[in-house]
């Protein structure tokens, strides 16, 4: 993203140049443009080189993980917390609204190619958030001054930034630095620092864990993505998983064929067995696990409101 975001501030430049009639180059044009050509030519500094760059545009241009993986869909407006990203949206849209006004065409164009992005997918909408809304918020700063009604709560701001810049960055970051080992210490010794276990299959795992005593060992673990990526790190790295969260690893023959399990479509017993999977983790309302529930080839050997687990028995 960095070269891009240097490219489009690089393109401001070029904008500010024809509209206010500048003779020359503006300085920022090529500055921004070649640090821009810098930064994209250090990401081929990897151990693929070019090939991780042709992996990613494969991913992002396969219309089955953008149309079937949660993230890279559209934000569902009726998800709890909508009203946070309304907020988000409305002041990120009157900001770009006023850089364009004041002529700041790089920030105005990063802008319009975040809101483009929060709008299409909804895993832009936390980086669109870090890096427009402090450009929104100075640009609805610097249009307030014109407001006369503003003017008593600008006059505050000045002042609070006057006692700011007599404070040493250092000083706030130690303090809240101190109060979070001090806190975090705290809630370890409440035993309430690790994951939720009212969200993951923490007693589940526990649960597992007791089968890797055996001589056969865990065998491989089915389960959903978000819950795979948490028995990977519970089990550290020993569990086998059907699939996690890094979806770009496994390809699309396996995204349909977990897709083919958790929807119990027909078939969906065969790709379990196809991949010799001896456990399967799910929730206890899930449809899958009222399959497996009626099917002779599999045993409930635990249950807790959070998760379920069944155990090939042929």
Not at 94 to 107: C, D, I, M
Not at 220 to 246: E, H, M, N
Not at 276 to 294: G, H, Y
Request: glycine share 8%.
């Amino acid at each position: 993203m960095g070269p891009a975001i240097l490219f489009i501030y690089a393109i401001g430049a070029w904008f500010e140049k024809r509209v206010n009639s500048w003779s020359g180059i503006p300085l920022q044009f090529p500055r921004s443009a070649v640090a821009s050509l810098a930064c994209l030519l250090a990401t081929f500094i990897n151990p693929y080189g070019w090939r991780l760059h042709e992996h990613i545009l494969a991913y992002l241009e396969n219309d089955y993980v953008m149309d079937h993986i949660s993230e890279f869909r559209s934000f569902s407006f009726h998800s709890p917390g909508a009203l946070y990203v309304e907020l988000f949206l409305a002041v990120a849209a009157l900001g770009t609204v006023s850089l364009f006004k004041q002529r700041a065409f790089g920030p105005a164009l990063l802008s319009v190619g975040m809101l483009h992005l929060s709008l299409y997918s909804a895993r832009h909408l936390p980086t669109a958030a870090v890096l427009v809304l402090p450009l929104s918020v100075a640009a609805l700063t610097r249009e307030a001054r014109t407001w006369p009604a503003m003017r008593r709560f600008l006059d505050y701001s000045d002042r609070l930034r006057a006692i700011d810049s007599r404070i040493y960055g250092i000083v706030p970051i130690m303090l809240v630095l101190a109060l979070s080992v001090v806190g975090v210490n705290a809630l370890s010794g409440a035993g309430r620092v690790g994951f939720d276990a009212g969200t993951f299959p923490v007693r589940a795992a526990d649960f597992l864990e007791q089968r890797t005593r055996e001589p056969d060992g865990l065998g491989r673990v089915f389960a959903t993505d978000q819950w795979s990526g948490y028995l990977i790190y519970r089990f550290a790295g020993d569990s086998k998983v059907f699939i996690d969260g890094r979806s770009d690893f496994y390809g699309q023959n396996i995204l349909e064929s977990y897709a083919r399990i958790v929807e119990v479509r027909p078939g969906w017993e065969t790709v379990l067995k196809q991949y010799d999977v001896r456990f399967v983790m799910v929730p206890p309302d899930n449809a899958l696990a009222a399959a497996l529930q009626l099917s002779g080839a599999w045993k409930r050997i635990y249950s807790d409101p959070v998760a379920a687990v069944y155990e090939r028995i042929s």
